[in-house]
């Protein structure tokens, strides 16, 4: 369903040289496996043995044990659905070979042997094992083993078909650490998912760098990487294994197990595949790199008669808010090389023009970051905070609270204060077009909005100025801008942050007592609700005209806006993600109207950005023409 792939990674408790009990073990867990719909149950090197067996390997009665244990595995999955990877040594003339076994349907659809042997400090696996490039030159034809009467192809250039174009590739522990892993040829030759059935020890700071380790490859192959590591029971003669299993995508983790040693256990995940074939498709480099190193001579072998993907999502963790990261520390991280982005991209601006900022300030959010900008743009250069101009401009919708805190945070940053009201030259403009002012439509607030912009560009062709602008990314998303008004500027600070982001990163400046004499008014500022301010205040004073009321909450809208422009999703998967992600704070008549809202300011509001001032990127997507995005201006649907 919608493109996701659930993946289980298994590990048993291991019973040294006890296949019986190891196969009963293994049975059970693809048996919950599969309850759970998944379409891949991935399990540890070596666990129809054990890993740690040693000298036993050598002993022809537990080589013979394991293939009646696997015999029975692949009678397990006769009925299920769910495709079945597990380890064993094999015997291919005369010589050893540390195996993963592919078993789905009642058949044992392949053995793909393990081709980095470690022999170093507390390994000596080549004692007992081969590597894959000792198999016998079968003049290029596939190299077949007898398993109980059935012959099964060995090899490692092996790319399985599950259908549906979901493929998968199998590498066996040490693989993943070699320079080149095999993963990467099995990527590039069509591989979504990479399997790593593995025997890692734990020593210390192991787990996060196998973590890292990981998540890179499945960055560095666009593909998903499931690596399931034995556990707890094997010998621990001289080491401890910790049972350590990690699901990434494209250089995410999606899943770990949480015990710092562990067995006993299954975890799942859903891997969104469409994502991945996305990036494939978008980024060529993968494309180029396959066709310079001949990929594409895999043998295609069918990882089952039929499949049928009956993932619900239930196992995909889909972030509600995905340009915040949950993690504290992360986002404060990430909220501190933003503002750092943004100001230095501002400072080679500024330093190329020999300028100073010019900027509107509202007492609202974005302006109030991109004040923080300017005034440590011109702090970095060396330059007193005077060379900052800002100018609030009061008008019909303007409260005593913005306007006080628009006020009191240039005082507080010592930046050049200019008040210019606007009023009496709006109610001229209004006269010279015969617009009646009590007639409250687009044209009595753009008015304001264009007004303000003439006001900016004059005052910084008076101070030898550059005009900063203000607009976020959301705002440009949707359109919630007057074109050649707030639309338009010399330098956008604030043009690839999403709205969501931007109370962060003022609270960022404020943990990181940057501006320590503005703490308290920038608090106060990201309490103040959204409002361009453009219709009059309430009986009250205060704000009337709250955005999120008119074009719908920005959590939706930055949510539907990463999945169109990050990842190119269909109306109807944003949906079904949204629904998942938000559903314990919109019933789904209100994420479906906002999304239809979202969809149709999207498409008929390109014009405007069409022609974006210049502006720092700082994430992962931004909207200029000249960057993540490019689209008719003229689009009939986005469908």
């Known amino acids: 369903m919608y493109g996701f792939l659930r993946v289980a990674c298994a590990v048993p408790d291991a019973y040294v040289s006890d296949v019986e009990k190891n196969t009963a073990q293994i049975t059970e867990y693809l048996k919950k496996a599969a309850e759970n719909k998944a379409d891949l149950a991935v399990f540890p090197e070596l666990c129809l043995t054990g890993y740690t067996c040693a000298d036993l390997f050598f002993r022809p009665s537990l080589v013979n044990a394991a293939y009646d244990g696997l015999a029975k595995i692949a009678k397990a999955t006769e009925n299920i659905n769910t495709v079945c990877l597990v380890g064993l040594p094999v015997r291919v003339d005369e010589q050893l070979y540390n195996c993963a076994a592919v078993v789905s349907q009642g058949k044992i659809r392949a053995i793909v042997p393990k081709t980095y042997i470690p022999t170093y400090n507390e390994f000596y696996e080549k004692r007992w094992f081969s590597s894959s490039f000792d198999l016998p030159d079968n003049g290029g034809k596939t190299v077949y083993v007898n398993i109980n009467g059935e012959d099964v192809p060995v090899g490692t250039g092996f790319v399985f078909d599950m259908g549906q174009n979901v493929k998968f590739g199998v590498e066996i522990c040490e693989d993943l650490w070699a320079p080149v892993p095999p993963s990467s040829a099995l990527a590039l030759s069509g591989a979504l998912l990479v399997a790593n059935l593995s025997a890692s020890n734990e020593t210390i700071a192991k787990r996060s760098y196998r973590r890292s380790i990981v998540a890179h490859q499945s960055a560095a192959c666009l593909c998903a990487y499931a690596y399931a590591s034995a556990g707890r029971r094997e010998s621990t003669t001289d080491l401890i294994f910790s049972g350590h299993s990690v699901i990434a995508s494209n250089?995410?983790?999606?899943?770990?197990?949480t015990d710092y040693i562990d067995s006993g256990y299954v975890i799942y995940s859903d891997i969104d595949l469409d994502m991945l074939r996305h990036e494939r498709a978008k980024l060529k480099t993968f494309k180029d790199c396959a066709k310079i190193q001949g990929a594409y001579a895999h043998e295609i072998i069918k990882a089952c008669d039929s499949h049928e993907f009956l993932s619900d999502a239930s196992f995909a963790k889909v972030n509600k808010l995905p340009f915040v990261p949950d993690v504290?520390?992360?986002?404060?991280?990430?909220?501190?090389?933003?503002?750092?982005?943004?100001?230095?991209g501002l400072l080679k601006r500024l330093e190329i023009t020999h300028s100073k900022p010019v900027i509107g300030v509202s007492g609202g959010l974005d302006s109030t970051l991109a004040l923080l900008v300017?005034?440590?743009a011109v702090k970095k250069a060396g330059k007193p905070a005077s060379d900052v101009v800002g100018v609030t401009m009061p008008c019909f919708g303007t409260t005593d609270r913005t306007y006080d805190n628009s006020v009191k945070l240039m005082k507080a940053l010592g930046v050049t204060l200019k008040v210019i009201p606007i009023?009496?030259?709006?109610?001229?403009?209004?006269?010279?077009?015969?617009?009646?002012?009590?007639?409250?439509?687009?044209?009595y607030e753009n008015s304001?909005?264009?007004?303000?912009?003439?006001?900016?560009?004059?005052?910084?062709?008076?101070?030898?100025?550059?005009?900063?602008?203000?607009?976020?990314?959301?705002?440009?998303?949707?359109?919630?801008?007057?074109?050649?008004?707030?639309?338009?500027?010399?330098?956008?600070?604030n043009?690839?942050?999403?709205?969501t982001l931007i109370r962060w990163l003022i609270d960022s400046v404020c943990e990181n007592n940057l501006f320590p004499e503005a703490t308290d008014v920038l608090r106060d500022v990201m309490d103040t609700p959204i409002s361009p301010e453009l219709l009059p205040p309430d009986e009250n004073g205060k704000i009337a005209q709250k955005t999120e009321d008119v074009v719908g909450p920005y959590a939706l809208h930055d949510f539907f806006l990463y999945y169109t422009v990050r990842f190119g999703m269909d109306k109807d998967k944003i949906l079904f993600l949204a629904k998942k992600a938000f559903?314990?704070?919109?019933?789904?008549?209100?994420v479906v109207k906002?999304?239809?809202?979202?969809?149709?300011?999207?498409?008929?509001?390109?014009?405007?950005?069409?022609?974006?001032?210049?502006?720092?990127?700082?994430?992962?997507?931004?909207?200029?023409?000249?960057?993540?995005w490019r689209m008719p201006s003229d689009a009939d649907a986005i469908i």
């Not at 504290?328 to 230095?344: G, S």
């Not at 043009?495 to 709205?499: H, N, T, V």
């Not at 559903?583 to 209100?590: G, M």
């Open 328 to 344: 504290k520390t992360e986002r404060r991280e990430r909220c501190a090389n933003i503002f750092d982005m943004q100001v230095y």
């Open 583 to 590: 559903e314990k704070d919109f019933d789904e008549q209100t």
């Open 423 to 443: 009023k009496d030259a709006v109610r001229q403009h209004f006269s010279d077009i015969g617009h009646d002012e009590g007639v409250h439509d687009l044209t």
């Open 374 to 376: 300017c005034a440590m």
């Open 495 to 499: 043009a690839s942050i999403p709205k």
């Open 251 to 257: 250089g995410n983790v999606l899943c770990e197990n």
């Open 448 to 493: 304001q909005a264009r007004e303000r912009t003439q006001v900016l560009m004059d005052v910084a062709g008076e101070v030898g100025g550059l005009v900063v602008g203000t607009g976020d990314l959301s705002e440009l998303a949707l359109g919630w801008c007057t074109y050649n008004a707030d639309h338009m500027s010399m330098y956008g600070v």
């Open 594 to 628: 906002w999304l239809d809202v979202f969809m149709r300011r999207f498409r008929t509001q390109q014009f405007k950005r069409s022609c974006l001032p210049d502006g720092v990127k700082v994430g992962s997507i931004c909207l200029s023409p000249r960057g993540d």
